[in-house]
């Protein structure tokens, strides 16, 4: 095994080039456990800690320029305004030792389907940057995870950085696992509602073989607050219609039977998740405030 | 590879280390520092919990190689670390002894004669004295990672309530406590921190 | 061998600082607190190699062929060893059989079973080396459960048997079974208003100490090995090793290290044997360390069950009889599962009043992981049970349930089902009412001025629910565990007690073979010295093989029996001491040959108070040094066809009630309060035995929502063996635990102390599942409970 450290970006990316198996660490927290239980032996370590513009992010007009290594404390600390939902999946990330050092390029990069910050990257909408020493390309969120475990990435690609839309919207996320901390998610629901398009976005973790949005949910409900002209009355939505929705983001999973849970359980959950997080975005839309976000 | 940081305040060399090990692996293996415990070594317990440029983190999921010219604070160090704080009000970084428990040590070990008495022997930082005295420790094998995330949450936050506590130490497990004591130990130390803070 | 303790000997605790009765503070705490403690994984010896084991990744197959030349081979490689390079004849070990192999022979019969061993310069390297090993299986069938390890063409886990229990058994594939029929349960079913029956699954727990299986071994110059160990019974293991090694047990020198918990996992032998045989064929010190996935195949698990219960009782509420039949899964070696059986039989009617029992508890031979001791032993297994069925009874009665338990509640006096008398309190019905009396936890503490505290509801951090589903349950449990060995074992131990002058001071070194593995028995053989000889300075001498055995650290039996041989030395001490004094100053003060004389604040004094010598004069250069065993009152064996048999040696009690929050909908659990009542006897140390009891109830919390290894029904192979997926509590899972610590004294036992470390962890569970419930309305009768259960998917 080498240890590659290189000191900037395009030293990172030459690296890569040159060893396109090298594996990337960052906060290690994938990547580590896997060494010390001998499930991998990269032939190349490319350690991107030196790197520091990627711990850094940058608050845009529209978006959040989020640094692929940004500890996910820092997300829950400083950008619970913009990225609402992804500050509440970084406070379901494992440990406060872990979010101190998992970030989201880590979770891209490993694209497991348990992964915490997929759903709500999915429902905020976002670009993954991601550069090689060919150029620089923007994936779209949607077209990142390829399968179980696989995304979009070449051999020679590094992430640098996820361009998030900024909340325009209340945003909720909710995770079942079966610990009240330090849990990998049975599974996950993301939602966040975009007044300005009047769209409505959603993100499932844990529930098919990749992290998927709920999008026949997602379209039955912004036809119906659109039909029912709920964006700008901001009536309470009537419980048939959260019922539906949570009904079809149900049937969006696609779940196995594992260790954590079962399929049946975790399309039951991904319903409850999704009528329970639609509750707490719209009172908040609706400027019900006090009590729907939940506190920690 | 050879692999050079501060660990306790004092700058460290580390050679022939192989790629894949961790932190926690060099702290304990080649620098006889054992304090920082294996208890999974998958960013799953908290034992090897040490401060990392300041920062909380699982010593196990860092590679040695992450740590090349970064300070590290482990329990060893904590003393000298609280204490410093506690004299300059800021970071601080402590200093320790570089030997391990060598065999000569293991076996000459026996509990010291007198108990481990409150309050005195100034030597320990005020949360190691409180989770002595409020019985936190039984196996102590979680101790020293809980000792860290402990002191670096009152550190950030000197008079937690009980739900800030759990969640900042929610990393840590213990498996011989059931935590009361824990919580215990965690608002003796916040409350001794603020009489001294009004004795100032 | 009555060494009841007397009145007048306590009170010389309350005299000298740091005697019985007062929370002194763990002598280890410092070392513990700064990271200087020594655990086993913390040795280093200059040029020591690192031992590795290559486990099978079958559970049950033949071994066709093992091929180790290419690890050999490897560079930094100095040793690997197979079945063949073992030494003696005794390839086997075990703790009550000796049925399981130190290395595979042929065969392997569970996931994990060790087949060879490496050692190399560094980990790394002998991990690659021991993957080079070629190991070719050829697949048998899997024997898992009870239908399958029973069937009349059952394949045997093991052939050929000669163990005691082989002739008894039923079935080759049953390691032992322990039938107990008092009265006529079958008549007395006919008395029953109601009879209510259930069919209770136990899961596998694992004990999950945090200290990972270590050691170091040491070639000694002599031929033999120095051992430096986690362990909870060095002497056992050293009567396991020496055969094995082919040593004489004076040539294995063992020293107990730091221990990172136990909890019944360390009673078995892990790595000892592989780390000796190792060090002594390579001449070099060896230092094993598992990881956390190694450990999960390193030690045995508790037995997962299935129970069969049916109870009867009375309109008027009084229990008429009880049948049941445990069946207890005891995975592909024998370990502690004989004793297992006994406790699950003789304990499984609960702390009641029950005439008229059938009774059968069997334990499985299987392909599954072995399974052994953990806190609770047998006596957990069957309190989940009985503890359901005495609800499903009040609930069909229409009464409390709380009340329908006290009526038949246990006393002293009682007659077991084992036709053994209960000769000590038996506060069954007052340690109920204690946790019913206590004012219950706020409803919807969650609540606060700026929304809803996730941390305060069920899912936590995870954000599931605001208060949606949320609704409240509470539920009772009350249990009755054995103290010490059972069933006719010699069960002693031993202590060595100096007391000297060191530095114008009298000092009192304790040394025992006692291992501390965190319950604080350093603190208490302190404090008992203090108290029995009166000096304040006691050093507590590092756990050996020098010293005669002390039994395990199991059983909840360490303060009884070590504290019991630690104050029968310190007694012996004193008279010795006394006897100095008298030759010395006898002539000068009759008190000498008259009074009654008591050792206190380092002095000689009579017990009107008067001091006659100082211990510095008395001793003078002088050491005063004993070593001798000690013994509870002995315990017979249980009949192997009635179960009659005066058993036990004393029993501990403990209740819980339970406060929970389930979100309904999710099927995600909040334990909110887990108060808990039990009888200590004497608090010997009040702030360890809190400590203790917080601790057992946090594992019964544990196995009632969370905690199981899953075992794959068609492979046999664990699917969970990390902490990634096997779960246990974390500090936003333990609710607030108050303790209601009663002292009724045993008067057999040594200052009437009772064991209590494992009576928590027996009703913490059915109190757990209970409140689940009475939340849930739903029948819930397998541990752990999964949100699956809970939402009916």
Redesign the interface.
Known sequence: ???L?PASWEEALAAKAEHPTAVP?A???D???E????HR?PEY?L?L?RIGELSQWEVGEDTVRLGASVPYSQIMEHLRAELPGLA?AS??V?????R??GGVGGNLGTASPAGDAHPALLAAGAEVEAESVRGSRRIPIDDFYTGVKRNALAPDELIRAVHIKKADGPQ???????????????CAFGIALHPETRTVRTGIGSAAPTPIRATAAEEFLAAALDEGGFWDSRKIITPSVAKQFADLAAGAANPIDD????A??R???VG??AR?TL??TWESYRGAG??????? | MRVNFTVNGRPQEADDVWEGESLLYVLRERLGLPGSKNACEQGECGSCTVRLDGVPVCSCLVAAGQAEGREVVTVEGLADFAKQRAEHGGCATGACGTEGTSLQDARRWSARPQDSQTGEGGELAPVQQAFIDAGAVQCGFCTPGLLVAADEMLERNPSPTDADIREALSGNLCRCTGYEKILDAVRLAAARQAELAEGV | MGTTGTPTKITQGSQTKGGIGESTLRPDGTLKVTGEFAYSSDMWHEDMLWGQILRSTVAHAEIVSLDTAEALATSGVYAVLTYDDLPTDVKNYGLELQDTPVLAHGKVRHHGEPVALVAADHPETARRAAAKIKVEYRDLPVVTDEASALAPDAVLVHEGRDDEYARIVPHQNIVHRQPIVRGDAAAAAARADVIVTGEYTFGMQDQAFLGPESGLAVPAEDGGVDLYIATQWLHKDLDQIAPVLGLPKDKVRMTLSGVGGAFGGREDISMQIHACLLALRTGKPVKMVYNRFESFFGHVHRHPAKLFYEHGATKDGKLTHMKCRIVLDGGAYASASPAVVGNASSLSVGPYVVDDVDIEAIALYTNNPPCGAMRGFGAVQACFAYEAQMDKLAAKLGMDPVEFRQLNAMEQGTLLPTGQVVDSPAPVAEILRRVKARPLPPERQWESSEGADVRQLPGGLSNTTHGEGVVRGVGYAVGIKNVGFSEGFDDYSTARVRMEVVAGEPVVTVHTAMAEVGQGGVTVHAQIARTELGVTQVTIHPADTRVGSAGSTSASRQTYVTGGAVKNSCEAVREKVLELGRRKFGSYHPAWATAELLLEGGKVVTDGGEVLADLVDVLQDEAVDIELEWRHRPTEAFDLVTGQGNGHVQYSFAAHRAVVEVDTELGLVKVIELACAQDVGKALNPLSVVGQIQGGTTQGLGIAVMEEIVVDPRTAKVKNPSFTDYLIPTILDTPTIPVDVLELADDHAPYGLRGIGEAPTLSSTPAVLAAIRNATGLELNKTPVRPEHLTGT
């Open positions: 095994m080498d240890f450290r660490i906060g290690g927290t990547v580590m456990v060494i010390n239980f001998d032996r370590l350690d800690n509440l406070h379901t494992a440990s406060p030792q872990i101190n050092r909720q996320y909710s995770k079942v696992g079966t610990r009240n901390a330090m849990v990998i998610a049975v260790v954590r849970g079962t049946s359980y399309r039951h959950a409850i998740m329970r509750g707490w006090r009590g729907t976000e939940g506190v920690a």
